[in-house]
């Protein structure tokens, strides 16, 4: 009992001291955020993908004289442009593989009228592109990769041609499967996001009538399953999806406006929340767990990027860099994020650097994915406090920082946020 009852003031004195260290010594100095580049003659430049460790990031330029041309950058090879498919007119990027062996997206065919049409799009790791669209169907005139599972197993999209668009799963065993139509008629339809096993699938339906764009979820078990919208919704639609299937992200439209969304295993909506004079906002990726979520809405100063966490809401992602010590010098803004990888650390997407339409790649630092609500009931209180302590020394979800070790600052960072994450 003696023995017990010393550790209790042991843990408080520790739990002290941590809390003022971490708050004397401010954030992380590993944040940053660089532009990739830009081939020669380019008009703009977006990254589009990244890969789940952060070290690939993937995207398309639009140049002045010649060809769309898709990209693949590394930290160390930098820019590289990706093979053009013989009797295109470019390509456009729409996402990578976790394990980067494989981008996705379409091969865009230009006629002397100026009609465009697309086909999808493989590109390998070496760069060389196939057409994809032959693949996912030989009859369709149109065809568009929208994403692919980490091993480049599974890819989703969606075929058709300029009246109509059937959402499609494809795998080397089953080859294209039809993803079944919800109830009530929808006419067209698009797969946009897969988890990281190619086991779910998300998208959206659209049709004449109010909601006008429906959203859903699809596993070989439950078929196609429609995704919860808020009452007088006029349009829902699904961007991205957690690797582990769990949460689907988007956007939902009522008569009030547009809101950012994650839905849950179950199909239940919850809203992202909005910052003060930001309209038409979109979530367009979310980490490994779903614990972060990337998009962009428009403001008055015009398109911006924001990050939002369960514990943290929604942030511009120019303050959330800001705030932990970055230069932003030489961005006018961070105008769309629209991939973040499996930790959550690593962003990328588009913003104007210098007066030019640039991809960049902005890294949040060793935590940025970590929450202190280590059990996920919406507040961080003594259970969390017991799982970090429980996790003392090791490694884990309760290294908030992401130095390796579970210790003092990771201590001081849960006590910052007590209560309803910190609210």
Do not use: H, M
């Given at each position: 009992m003696n023995s017990a009852v010393k550790v209790v003031p042991s843990l408080a004195s520790t739990a002290l001291l941590a809390a003022v260290a971490w708050a004397a010594a401010g954030p992380a100095a590993a944040q940053s955020i660089r532009s990739l580049g830009a081939p020669p003659s380019a008009v703009f430049t977006i990254a589009k993908g990244i890969s789940a460790d952060g070290s690939t990031v993937v995207g398309y330029s639009n140049s002045a004289s010649g060809p769309d041309r898709a990209f693949r950058w590394t930290a160390d090879g930098g820019l590289r442009l990706l093979d053009v498919f013989p009797g295109s007119d470019g390509g456009w990027v729409q996402a990578i593989s976790g394990d980067g062996s494989a981008v996705v997206g379409q091969h865009v065919f230009r006629s002397p009228g100026g009609t465009t049409h697309s086909r999808a799009a493989l590109w390998n790791a070496a760069g060389q592109a196939s057409d994809f669209g032959a693949v996912l169907s030989s009859t369709s005139i149109a065809s568009v990769a929208m994403a692919v599972s980490s091993d480049a197993g599974v890819i989703v999209g969606f075929v058709g041609d300029s009246s109509v668009s059937i959402p499609v799963r494809w795998?080397?065993?089953?080859?294209?499967?039809?993803?079944?139509?919800?109830?009530?008629?929808?006419?067209?339809?698009?797969?946009?996001?897969?988890?990281?096993?190619?086991?779910?699938?998300?998208?959206?339906?659209?049709?004449?009538?109010?909601?006008?764009?429906?959203?859903?979820?699809?596993?070989?078990?439950?078929?196609?399953?429609?995704?919860?919208?808020?009452p007088g919704a006029v349009r829902g639609i699904a961007r991205g999806i957690s690797a582990d299937g769990q949460f689907?992200?988007?956007?939902?439209?009522?008569?009030?406006?547009?809101?950012?969304?994650?839905?849950?295993?179950?199909?239940?909506?919850?809203?992202?929340?909005?910052?003060?004079?930001?309209?038409?906002?979109?979530?367009?990726?979310?980490?490994?767990?779903?614990?972060?979520?990337?998009?962009?809405?428009?403001?008055?100063?015009?398109?911006?990027?924001?990050?939002?966490?369960?514990?943290?809401?929604i942030v511009p992602l120019e303050q959330r860099l800001t705030e932990q010590g970055v230069d932003l010098e030489g961005w006018y803004a961070l105008s769309e994020a629209h991939a973040v990888d499996a930790s959550g650390r690593f962003v990328a997407g588009v913003g104007n650097f210098n007066g030019s339409t640039r991809p960049f790649l902005a890294d949040l630092g060793p935590g940025a994915g970590r929450s202190p609500d280590l059990d996920r009931d919406g507040a961080v209180g003594g259970i969390d406090l017991g799982l970090m302590l429980a996790g003392w020394g090791g490694t884990g979800a309760a290294d908030l920082d992401g130095s390796g070790e579970i210790g003092g600052t990771d201590l001081g960072l849960l006590l910052a946020s007590w209560g309803v994450c910190g609210g």
């Open positions: 795998n080397a065993v089953e080859g294209t499967v039809v993803l079944p139509r919800l109830p009530g008629g929808p006419v067209y339809g698009r797969a946009t996001a897969v988890s990281a096993d190619g086991s779910v699938v998300a998208g959206y339906f659209s049709t004449y009538i109010n909601p006008k764009d429906r959203p859903f979820r699809w596993t070989a078990g439950t078929g196609t399953v429609a995704l919860q919208l808020p689907i992200v988007g956007n939902v439209v009522t008569a009030a406006g547009g809101r950012p969304v994650r839905w849950n295993a179950a199909g239940q909506l919850e809203d992202l929340g909005l910052l003060a004079g930001w309209t038409l906002p979109d979530a367009r990726a979310a980490n490994a767990d779903g614990s972060v979520i990337i998009g962009s809405a428009v403001t008055k100063e015009g398109d911006r990027a924001f990050v939002w966490t369960e514990c943290g809401g």
